[in-house]
């Protein structure tokens, strides 16, 4: 069974989250290394804007 995560749990690090006319956002650093995000879902839909580097979902 895949881990659940809530609408503001992801891996990486950065400042609090900011909401916005019902939306929310982050801008974190991926910090945890590929081994350790484990297979899990979100509560609600979100969309990933990579601004350097690279990305694998």
């Known amino acids: ?18 909401a916005i006319g019902g939306f929310t956002y982050h801008r974190l650093a991926a910090t945890a290394p590929e081994h350790e995000v484990e297979t899990h ?12 580097g690279g990305y694998k979902s």
């Open 1 to 18: 069974m895949a881990l659940r995560r809530a609408r503001h749990e992801f891996w990486g690090d950065g400042p609090a989250y900011r």
């Open 41 to 52: 879902t979100h509560d609600e839909a979100h969309f990933v804007l990579v601004l350097s």
